[in-house]
């Protein structure tokens, strides 16, 4: 990866390779758009550092805009590791000053120099206020990291000096400023971060590779990517696809016609926001009693990852069930089932807090597929964000007419990339007043009640979705109202609108059915949402939707797809799992 002319990276190597990426301290190997509980820390257009307090390390953050008021963004974070603290002394039988003193060994290697800098700075403070028995929300106002004392985790703070010494000074400052440029740089970029041949596929997994789009198999050379139609007349022994199958049959028919030519071979491509990404932080993250010196291992490769999994999302997961936070059934496995030439091939063009602007501005354009791509189903599922943001009021929702502008953009742009024979789903917005519904008098792992958390990060104005979690029902029931305004302006457009690469079709988001569904099998509908940020589907939610979306594919648009590989079993036989991912 070359390097700047300007040292804003740091000023040597001359070349960066992913393992010097790997030296870096981690958490700045990731764009901040995080659209979860955790938008405390890295929110959609207002947040720019990966706040390594929620993993026990840092007590800082840094804004583009103003981080929420009140403290925003650095109070919520510090309120949260406080809190855990006072969680793992009780659960340990350790004294707060022998846990402060071990923090640092929780996490993995790569995070140790700058959590120590940080418990330097705050480390006594913190221990001196938790040792008279005060809480978290008090620590944080006496360290000047709250300001507002209506704010409040768990009960209203003491605002009367009782520090012997406030330490001085941001938290922000102890950052190094190379940190923070790369971050710059990596919030307005989703494409792969080793791309050798600039295909726009990668052989890493991570920084937005192989995870998220087939992995390259050769990216040494552009012409070799996932989703390429092979031409006539190229070599029969390069895997121009990726999808494993190359070679001559006995007679001289290369393998790739044999079986895959005139099979409709078609690519699964999701263009979304964090739900379709998959965003997911472990539980025990933030669960004191489950917390280990091995709980932290893998977190440079969540960061890597955004802390998004869509290897395991229900429209382009790919993994086993044990490399998932649970049973995984997604669109592309099916795809891929139904016709083993699709191997690979699968985008996931999902960025946490994206809208139908932001797709259309910047994000749609990361999409690989060109006219010599397979066609693909492609679904449009930005479900969320045009009714969710931190600002308490409806003003800052996505406008009907602005909706539509954004999304016809959008579809001009994939008529103009998308091979022909490709079908659009527009996806409508979700129905989130099942999250408050269904989580409000809920424990959240850090031990209140998720109406607590909701009203918590509302007063701070961070919170990733005012509209939904919220405690007001009538500030729920005018988001819905206007999510519904916004989905009948997908409804028109397919209604009025075509185009000449694809046909396009809309289906509501399906929440309202599967939690119907669930709860009607006796199971616990909370299952169904993400534990530690009680707004995005969970593990379960995308295994129900990838099926949903297959047999919607498969029962009402089973001419877009065509008929089943007569191949497949042959193609398994020849190429086993074809070269896997």
Excluded at 56 to 83: D, F, I, K, P, R
Excluded at 193 to 212: I, K
Excluded at 463 to 482: A, F, I, K, L
Excluded at 484 to 513: G, Q
């Amino acid at each position: 990866i070359p390097a700047p002319d300007t040292c804003t990276w740091r000023c040597e190597p001359s070349l960066l390779s992913y393992g010097d990426l790997r030296l870096f301290p981690p958490f700045i190997l990731l764009p901040l758009h995080f659209s979860s509980i955790f938008s405390t820390v890295f929110r959609f257009a207002s947040m720019k550092l990966l706040f390594v307090a929620v993993f026990l390390a840092a007590l800082s953050t840094s804004t583009v805009h103003a981080g929420g008021t009140g403290g925003g963004t650095e109070c919520a974070a510090c309120t949260l590791v406080v809190n855990l603290v006072e969680q793992l002394a009780q659960v340990h039988s350790q004294s707060v000053d022998a846990v402060v003193e071990d923090l640092c060994s929780y996490l993995p290697k790569d995070f140790t120099d700058f959590c120590d800098s940080v418990v330097q700075k705050y480390g006594k403070s913190v221990i001196e206020l938790l040792e008279k028995k005060e809480s978290a929300d008090t620590v944080c106002h006496q360290l000047g990291m709250c300001t507002d004392p209506q704010c409040f985790l768990r009960a209203p703070p003491k605002t009367a000096p009782l520090l012997s010494e406030r330490p001085e000074g941001s938290a922000s400052s102890l950052v190094p400023k190379w940190i923070m440029n790369l971050i710059n740089r990596m919030a307005e970029d989703h494409e792969p971060v080793e791309d050798l041949d600039h295909d726009l596929y990668s052989s890493l997994m991570t920084l937005r590779g192989g995870n998220w789009r087939g992995r390259d198999c050769d990216d040494f050379v552009s012409g070799i990517y996932p989703s390429r139609q092979r031409t006539a007349n190229e070599d029969p022994y390069v895997d121009w696809n990726c999808n494993g199958i190359k070679g001559r049959d006995s007679d001289g028919t290369p393998l790739e016609d044999k079986y895959c030519k005139d099979t409709k071979q078609m690519g699964t491509v999701i263009l979304g926001d964090s739900a379709a990404a998959h965003f997911h932080v472990p539980p025990a993250y933030l669960n004191a009693s489950a917390i280990t010196k091995e709980t932290y291992n893998g977190l440079l490769d969540l960061l890597e990852m955004e802390f998004d999994w869509p290897q395991c999302s229900s429209t382009t997961g790919f993994e086993s069930d044990k490399k998932c936070p649970g049973p995984v059934s997604s669109l592309y496995l099916r795809m891929r089932e139904h016709n083993r030439c699709n191997h690979r091939d699968y985008e996931n063009i999902a960025v946490n807090g994206a809208r139908v602007g932001s797709m259309n501005s910047s994000i749609i354009r990361s999409l690989a597929r060109t006219k010599s791509s397979s066609p693909a189903v492609v679904l449009h599922a930005l479900i969320g964000n045009d009714v969710c943001s931190p600002h308490k009021t409806f003003d800052h929702m996505t406008k009907p007419e602005d909706m539509r502008a954004s999304v016809m953009a959008s579809l001009q742009y994939l008529d103009e990339n998308l091979a022909e024979g490709s079908h659009v789903f527009l996806v409508g917005l979700v129905d989130g007043r099942v999250l408050f519904d269904t989580m409000h008098n809920r424990i959240h792992p850090v031990n209140v009640t998720y109406t607590k958390v909701y009203d918590f990060l509302n007063c701070l104005s961070i919170s990733p979705c005012w509209g939904w979690m919220n405690s007001n029902d009538t500030v729920r029931e005018g988001t819905y109202q206007h999510a519904a305004a916004l989905n009948n302006v997908y409804k028109e457009i397919v209604a009025t609108e075509s185009f000449s690469s694809f046909t396009m079709s809309y289906f509501d988001y399906p929440i309202r059915e599967l939690f119907d569904q669930w709860k009607a099998q006796g199971r616990d509908p909370a299952e169904l949402i993400e534990p530690v940020d009680g707004f995005h589907p969970s593990q379960r939610s995308n295994m129900l939707i990838g099926e949903y979306v297959w047999n919607l594919v498969r029962t009402n648009f089973s001419s877009v797809i065509g008929p089943e590989n007569p191949n497949n079993d042959a193609i398994a036989q020849q190429f086993g799992d074809q070269g896997g991912y």
